[in-house]
């Protein structure tokens, strides 16, 4: 025996039972509208709330549950006075920031920091204190991964994706770019990271930090660097000009969490003076040998093994100070790699094998065009091996002679 069919009221109650507890609105226009396209799907004689169960599960997949909105309570009736108590679902806490702007392939942690900030409305100086608990003296290596691993669920990242800034060992991910390649195979070392530990000569502390106006400039999201933080980096090799490791104006080290005011241009912390103004000094000699010193190191982290690279990184710590030489005295250093200075730039390999490409390197050939070449060497080296006959094939020659 089939059930009784439900009266129009009493379809019609069931209907806003259901969009109280599927879909509420506390707006009448809304709340008729939901009504009216939960009765369209039941005169179809489908069961509209089955319909919007199986929907959700689509939409959502294996989240659906936690998608699915707990049905309200029924009112319960207390005492004589009828006292209507209804149990309230507790109010749901945000767990994502509103603005999350993600982190770009070669960015610093933080110029992230900085770039979030900026985006939230808060000034710098805060928005770290208030996310990392305390303002680190270098947040790109002395966060610790726990907290790398909060921010990147707050930010909607991947916990690999952010850690990508980092200069921690422990903590950063491994590069994917040519550039990034050679960044983790200097931070492995250790020597070659700016750093502000101590004081130059005249008592002020060393840069930790250097950039490029023009990038700044011309970025449609102004951000920094991470090679920025390396010593060997001294040139930008797209603008052709020498970086800067303080303020144009006044000379102090630039410092992006430390800033009081919210403003998308990077600006120093001491005198506010845009950073994008500064002006730029070309470097034409210099250019070409930052591309050539930027080949020589890939070649280092992907061909020389790990054990053999430390003789090839005492030449180059001598020539520029393991960044505790100005940013000037660094691109002097640069414009003396030679071909002629080859060795005495990057040291002797322990092996023969490294000799010819790192000198072929050195002379401005560039890492592609030495894969190219030792693949048509080899490739020749075979075909001459198989234009050889061997001594089956010369005695059939013979017998056929």
Not at 100 to 123: C, M, Y
């Amino acid at each position: 025996m089939s059930p009784k069919p439900d009266q129009p009221g009493e379809t019609k109650t069931r209907l806003a039972r259901a969009a109280d507890a599927w879909l509420p609105a506390h707006d009448p226009d809304t709340r008729a509208r939901i009504l009216a396209f939960l009765g369209e799907i039941e005169d179809g004689g489908v069961d509209s709330i089955a319909a919007l169960r199986d929907g959700t599960r689509r939409w959502f997949g294996p989240r659906a549950p936690s998608a699915l909105p707990a049905p309200r309570s029924d009112v319960t009736l207390v005492g004589s006075a009828d006292i209507a108590i209804e149990k309230l679902t507790p109010a749901r806490h945000p767990t994502m920031w509103p603005q999350r702007p993600k982190r770009l392939t070669d960015e610093l942690f933080s110029s992230w920091l900085w770039r979030t900030a900026v985006a939230a409305g808060v000034p710098p100086r805060r928005f770290a204190r208030d996310v990392l608990g305390t303002i680190n003296d270098d947040v790109d290596r002395d966060v610790a991964p726990a907290t790398v691993r909060r921010l990147a669920q707050r930010s909607g990242q991947t916990f690999e994706h952010l850690s990508g800034g980092m200069l921690s060992v422990s903590v950063a991910s491994p590069q994917e770019t040519a550039a990034g390649l050679v960044e983790d195979a200097l931070l492995r070392d250790g020597r070659f990271l700016l750093s502000g530990s101590r004081s130059d000569r005249l008592g002020r502390p060393r840069p930790v930090l250097q950039y490029c106006p023009r990038c700044l400039e011309s970025d449609a999201r102004p951000h920094f660097r991470r090679g920025w933080r390396f010593a060997h980096v001294v040139v930008c090799t797209v603008h052709g000009c020498r970086l800067h490791d303080r303020c144009w104006a006044c000379g102090a080290v630039i410092t992006l969490l430390a800033g009081r005011i919210i403003d998308a241009q990077p600006r120093c912390v001491s005198c506010d003076a845009q950073l994008s103004q500064a002006h730029v000094d070309g470097a034409r000699r210099a250019q070409p040998r930052q591309r050539t010193l930027n080949a020589v190191l890939f070649y280092l982290a992907v061909r020389i093994a790990t054990d053999e690279r430390r003789v090839h990184l005492d030449a180059l710590l001598r020539l520029f100070g393991g960044g505790r030489c100005s940013v000037v005295i660094r691109e002097r250093s640069l414009i003396g790699l030679r071909a002629s200075a080859q060795e005495p730039w990057f040291g002797a390999p322990l092996r023969g094998e490294h000799a010819a490409p790192l000198q072929m390197l050195s002379m401005g050939v560039t890492f592609s065009r030495l894969e190219e070449i030792a693949a048509t060497r080899q490739r020749r080296a075979r075909a001459r091996a198989g234009a050889v006959p061997g001594p089956t094939a010369s005695a059939a020659n013979l017998r056929a002679g």
